[in-house]
């Protein structure tokens, strides 16, 4: 198949999965198309089977708000034509649906009247923030309906777009996924980088995010410092976000800021994860959790809070630990329970790869994406 994929391309969940998929059905033999204002991050430039088109916005004086939408319906449509493309695949609503549905409509009122069916992966804040912002739901629910195929990245999204949104079409779930080829705890790494941020044989924690309000960066902090009062440890933040300075102030308040090693945003982050005992992963609300995922492949035990799509990633107990939102006593009390015992620390870690393994490998996931988009093909004829 001849498929384009349009993402979010700099730091997020979404523009990950989107990357890694095409990375997996390029692998396949798909041609694939990324289509976006920048090259998304996990792409690592020359790679088979895949093409990058950027999308130029026009910036003329009149625009207080340069049209990102337009100019990506307008490429899109270039594209599909140039390249023959079967299929669009967007992740994230807003507002690449509408762009993708632009685009149909411009194809399909062309010389050639062709249809080019599009696919929207709902993956979360696209549902549970912006979408509720009335000026934004009438147009993304309209979006989510003209899609030709819909799917969310757990049964949690998947219920709550229904429920708020009251779409009427079917959605279905297909999780995210993880490279466990390329996720995973290679002990000469680990040794290496453990001299570099553990030098002392500390127990290494580590969070990965965009530090915004709803990821809990301060409980993060509050966590660690109550491990940190009975345990020798460190804690590798990686990310940036607005709430990096509110987190480093308080790190410096309790006295273990020389502790706490903000590690900046990442390119490539399973080397990094690695390297930790714990991670920590306290957010308000998550519609899947991809780092947690990320870190289970790696055998890094997730301690994370008990919200949206979570538990349907993290057994409680067996690949992990979930608590309530805010409980930031139970979180430490989990982690001290771990990093005192060496012996259990190792076992759930290695629980928690066979989970990520049998139920979100990306190579049966891709699987069901390609069958996914097949159904898609077969209905648009
Ligand atoms: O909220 C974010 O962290 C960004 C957002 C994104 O689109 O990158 O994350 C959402 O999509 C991820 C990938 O599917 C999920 O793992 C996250 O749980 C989800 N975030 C939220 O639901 C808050």
């Known amino acids: 198949m001849k498929i384009a994929i349009t993402c979010y391309p700099t730091y997020g969940g979404s523009g990950v999965v989107a990357t890694e998929l095409g990375q997996e059905l390029a692998q396949r033999g798909h041609e694939i198309h990324f289509i976006s204002y920048a090259q998304p991050i996990r792409l ?43 299929l669009q695949h967007v992740h994230y609503a807003i507002p690449h649906s509408v762009s993708a549905l632009l685009a149909r409509q411009m194809l399909a009122s062309g010389s050639r009247g062709r249809r080019l069916p599009f696919v929207t992966t709902l993956h979360g804040t696209d549902i549970t923030l912006v979408g509720l912002d009335r000026s934004y739901l009438p147009i993304t629910r309209y979006s989510i309906e003209q899609s030709d195929g819909v799917t969310a990245i757990s049964n949690y999204l998947r219920d709550r777009t229904q429920r708020v949104f009251d779409v009427k079409n079917r959605i279905e779930v297909i999780y995210n996924s993880v490279n466990c080829d390329v996720y995973k705890r290679d002990p000469e790494v680990v040794a290496k980088l453990r001299e570099e941020y553990a030098p002392n044989g500390q127990h290494v924690l580590v969070h990965l995010s965009n530090f915004r309000p709803v990821k809990r960066l301060t409980d993060v902090i509050e966590i660690f410092d109550r491990v940190h009062k009975q345990v020798p440890s460190r804690l590798l933040l990686i990310g ?142």
Not at 53 to 69: A, C, K, M
Not at 277 to 298: N, T
């Open 240 to 381: 940036d976000g607005p709430d990096r300075s509110v987190a480093e102030w308080l790190a410096v308040q309790k006295g273990i800021h020389d502790d706490v090693l903000f590690l900046g945003k990442q390119d490539q982050i399973y080397d990094k994860l690695a390297v930790a005992d714990v991670m920590l992963m306290p957010s308000e609300l998550e519609s899947f959790g991809l780092a947690a995922l990320e870190a289970m492949a790696c055998e890094v035990v997730p301690i994370a809070t008990r919200a949206g799509g979570v538990p349907e990633v993290i057994e409680h107990g067996q690949s992990g630990f979930l608590a309530d939102v805010g409980d930031v006593d139970t979180m430490a009390r989990y982690a001290l329970e771990l990093l005192r015992d060496e012996k259990r620390l190792r076992q759930m870690g290695k629980q928690a790869r066979e989970a990520a393994k049998a139920r979100f490998c990306s190579t049966k996931i891709v699987k069901q994406y390609e069958d996914f988009y097949r159904r898609v093909l077969e209905r648009s004829v």
């Open 44 to 86: 690592r430039g020359e790679e088979p089977n895949i093409h990058y088109h950027e999308v130029e916005v026009s910036r003329y004086p009149l625009f207080d708000y340069p049209p990102y939408d337009l100019a990506l319906a307008t490429r899109m449509a270039e594209v599909a034509q140039l390249y023959d493309l079967d």
